[in-house]
């Protein structure tokens, strides 16, 4: 039987044009329009991702754990597509670091159009109730009941790609998830065991949980007793290596108030930084 492959990548275009316009924003990054020059993307459009001033400390750690996630996503996408029902399958985009001259760095990747956020890596899930949450909703479940309890994919975004010519081709498309691990090893946006507690203190299992392979019918495992750790939002939340020690915190009281002497740290860094206004914040 066959399936479609986990990875959606630049396939062999090694550069892109990077414009000045900006594509969309969020908490630590923005995104510039760009087209991509030379190979089987040749004049396709891309998106190209660089982290804010505030945030640029980040950016090597960030880097540095990127394609480890994706390859770890594609992964489990590919283990999901042999067992999903039909048009169900998941892609996860797989970009590639370009420079620019000045060292800038960015992630280049394909455009995905029609973007939707469906959760986020703090527990936030949107509320939307349709299809499409409930198979990325059971997706990160499954994520967590394959590796024994060990990490959960989050931050969930992308598309339903649909073609009414080819139903082969319908498929979710995915970019910049993230993973919570118990051991912490996946970059700034791994939060950890409290990350994977906080999606499962929101998520009910819904009728595509447990609905294929060896587990069909049976419940696949979670948590017994989730907590929310961290104050829900639709944005990443991103925690430097420098305060994991923050996670190993048992007092939801004492995280809390740890945690905010972390923000309020940040705060005063991004005011002090006068370069701040030269940019887009996003």
Known sequence: MSYIKGSRTNLGSQSASISTTVAGE???????HGTYCGGQRNQQEAICKKFKPKYARMQNEYFAADFEVADKCIEIAEDWNRGCAPRREIQITRGDIQSTRDGTKYLVEPLIRYFTKFTSNNGWISTTGSADLKYMEAFAHYSYHRSGGQLLICDLQGRYRKD???AARCRFELTDPAICSRQRRYGPTDLGEKGIESFFANHVCNEFCSHF???KGKPWSRP???KQWFPLSEGTSMLSSLHTAQLSTKSRTTFTESMMMTLAEEDEEEESDSDSDDYYMY
């Not at 969020?26 to 510039?32: D, H, I, N």
């Open 224 to 226: 017994k007793h989730p």
């Open 164 to 166: 009414k010519w080819k």
């Open 213 to 215: 392979g060896q587990t």
């Open 26 to 32: 969020g908490e630590f990054r923005t995104a510039y």
